[in-house]
């Protein structure tokens, strides 16, 4: 049995910094880490590995070289390989580039069974990736799953949030790819003995003449992406005129009992 | 002649028709009278939907696929049968909301297209080229993107509840054309469907929200207390989560739950922009914190500067009283 589970390296978003007036986005003081919701996809298939003997668990990222170090923390976290997808000419890919690139190293690979991803990424949030690889592959896909009830070698039976909000039972036929929440499981801390075993191990590497035959330079990259960003424009701080009381409970209590009296609570 | 009608992807959630396609009827209809163009809808479901609502809503034509198989949630049947139809239809442009079916579905029936899509868009104007321009939040809604799709049909995902619904008139012509389902099969198997139980904070009127000034998990009580007290539900910050005192299920925060309750009361809580990015559209924001240079109090109408397990029980009692006077 074989899982792929897709991860991306994002800036440490607390650390990330705005400039409104100039319109900037200014990721240098911000260090990267993995997706937080990708950690999740990770533990759980770490968790499918604990659980049948025969699965073998590979990260996929497709990013600049740097992002190795993350294919090193997720053999930190219990992977098995770590496969790092990197060209400059990926460069500037949007989600549907993004995802026919991701795709095509899937097929090139070839043999998974399934295929794990987060539910978003947090700096992105489009939550787009993971359907259109399932597309771009022709195989199912099951969003917001919350539990893994089955794994079989022909199926996999799933606890997921349907389309329209109802708690939802599934069976599908793999390969197939799931998106799951942050409620299926808490990631570990990896063991001393996987970090430092983590350092030698090596990753593997993929580029664009790697996905000869599947992938066109047109189809990759700024040039394949059918969406363009025109201008980013960073809004100014939100703030609002507040009433502020310090250790006056009766004075605030009454400006809450007025608010409470407008919207009719009491 | 070019196509420019505006398709809608309608949502009916187990036969209902969902509020977003009202919202995104009447955006489409700003955006048509702006492109020269004309508000279609299609909606893929099972028989008997009152679809001239649709209509009255200004959608025109309607185009509805009815089918039994279209009462299961299952991504493979709605997906095939929403591209083989955008495929004979070409629409310039398609909405559709992104909830929990926009998000599974959007990206695939974009896959298939070929096409470029751009998720949870707030906003949506026209350029000089009769383009859309798609405007979103990214980074935690720190920045807005200003976003051009170069294939067609362009394509995108609208949060629910940021346009007001379209106006109702029922004089206005119903022409529906009935589609027939390209495939009524899928291998997906639905083995179960019940409520999703818990508490949804994103329906919620009254929000108490705790953060990091809770010590221990017994202490939320205060919070939930309160929240009882004026009718309202407990959420947390991802603080909470992350020490395993609460179920991701009630956070709220960029990687949690937006909501926009009337009156939502931050307790504990600094006010991260991860957090302020879940609840900063709220009504009316109250926060208690010790911190005075907090930055939830940047956000917050009213604001208390105090010890939190002092001021919860007292509020508590007090509105405990008014409200069964």
Not at chain 2, 101 to 128: K, Y
Request: aromatic letters at 6%.
């Amino acid at each position: 049995m074989k899982i792929l589970v897709l991860i991306k390296e994002v800036p440490d978003m607390q650390k990330v910094e705005f400039d409104s007036e100039r319109g900037r986005v200014n990721r240098a003081n911000a260090p990267a880490e993995i997706n937080p919701f990708d950690e999740n996809a990770l533990e759980t298939a770490c968790e499918l590995k604990k659980a049948r003997e025969d699965v073998d668990v590979t990260a996929l990222t497709m990013g600049p070289p740097r992002a190795e170090g993350s294919l090193r923390i997720a053999y930190a976290r219990g992977a098995d390989h770590g496969i790092l997808l990197t060209d400059a000419k990926f460069g500037g890919a949007d989600t549907c580039a993004t995802s026919k690139t991701l795709a095509a190293a899937i097929r090139k690979k070839g043999g998974y069974d399934l295929i794990l991803c987060g539910e978003k990424s947090v700096d992105g949030d489009t939550a787009q990736v993971g359907a259109e690889v399932a597309e771009f592959l022709g195989i199912p896909h099951c969003y917001y799953v919350e539990k893994i009830d089955k794994l079989t070698s022909g199926h996999i039976e799933v606890t997921a949030e349907d389309l329209w909000g109802m708690k939802q039972t599934r069976r599908m036929p793999l390969p197939a790819l799931v998106s799951v929440t942050k409620n299926i499981t808490t990631p570990k801390l990896p063991t001393v003995r996987r970090r430092l075993e983590s350092r030698e191990i090596e990753i593997e590497r993929m580029n664009l003449s790697s996905l000869e035959d599947i992938l066109t330079p047109e189809e990759t990259g700024a040039k394949g992406s059918p969406t363009k960003v025109n201008k980013v424009v960073i809004p100014p701080e939100v703030k609002r005129e507040s009433v502020v009381f310090r250790e006056e409970p009766d004075g605030f209590m009454d400006a809450l009992a007025s608010v409470f009296l407008e919207k009719g609570l009491v | 002649m070019k196509n420019n009608e505006i398709l809608v992807l309608a949502e009916q959630n187990y036969g209902k028709i969902h509020p977003v396609t009202y919202e995104l009827i009447g955006k489409g209809s700003e955006l048509a009278a702006k492109t020269g163009g004309f508000v279609s809808c299609l909606l893929v479901g099972p028989s008997g939907i009152p679809c001239e609502e649709l209509c009255y809503r200004g959608a025109s034509p309607v185009y509805y696929m009815e089918a039994h198989c279209f009462e299961n949630a299952d991504e493979m049947l709605f997906k095939e049968n929403i591209v083989s139809a955008l495929k004979d239809i070409h629409p310039q442009m398609v909405l559709i909301g992104a909830t929990t079916f926009g998000r599974s579905l959007a990206p695939r029936i974009a896959g298939a297209l070929n096409t470029g899509l751009t998720a949870d868009c707030t906003d949506l104007q026209v350029d000089e080229d009769g383009r859309i321009i798609q405007i979103r939040p990214a980074f935690s809604d720190n920045i807005l993107a200003h976003i051009k799709t170069v294939t067609d049909p362009q394509m995108a995902t609208i949060r629910y509840k940021e346009f007001n619904e379209a106006d109702r008139d029922t004089t206005r012509s119903v022409d529906i054309r009935k589609l027939t389902p390209a495939c009524t099969v899928s291998g997906i198997e639905i083995l179960s469907t019940q409520e999703l139980g818990g508490v949804d904070v994103t329906k919620a009127d009254v929000i108490v929200a705790a953060g990091r000034g809770f010590k221990k998990k017994e202490d939320l009580v205060l919070a939930e207390d309160l929240a009882k007290t004026l009718g309202g539900v407990m959420a947390a910050s991802r603080a909470l989560v992350d020490a395993g005192m609460v179920s991701s299920q009630i956070q709220v925060g960029y990687s949690g739950h937006r909501v926009k309750p009337k009156i939502y009361i931050a307790c504990g809580i600094s006010g991260a922009p991860q957090h302020l990015a879940g609840m900063k559209e709220s009504g009316t924001i109250i926060a208690i914190n010790s911190d005075p240079s907090a930055p939830i109090f940047k956000v917050a109408d009213i604001g208390y500067v105090g010890d939190l397990y002092e001021i919860l029980p007292m509020l508590t009692e007090r509105f405990r009283k008014e409200r069964t006077k």
